[in-house]
């Protein structure tokens, strides 16, 4: 990840929070936010992992969405198209 993209991610706020109804409640709405901005940044609560990996989570709305993981770090991901 370029210099650019690494300041750009560390100052974004999260937009799409995922919670107990999982990822395929916020694909809808990742997508549009896709759509109006390079960088979306989501936050996995706990009752969203169940378990899973946050990247494995990550990949799976990226596929949905046809956009890439940029970073992860923590309960968090930011994603790019």
Request: proline letters at 1%; hydrophobic letters at 45%; zero cysteines.
């Amino acid at each position: 990840m370029d210099e650019d993209i690494r300041g750009r991610v560390h100052d974004l706020d999260v937009t799409v929070w995922v919670g107990k109804a999982g990822p395929d409640a916020v694909v809808d709405e990742l997508d549009g936010q896709l759509a109006d901005r390079e960088l979306v940044k989501l936050k996995f609560l706990r009752s969203a992992r169940a378990g899973a990996d946050v990247g494995t989570l990550a990949d799976g709305l990226a596929d949905d969405v046809d956009a890439e993981v940029v970073d992860t770090r923590g309960n968090t991901a930011v994603l790019r198209r």
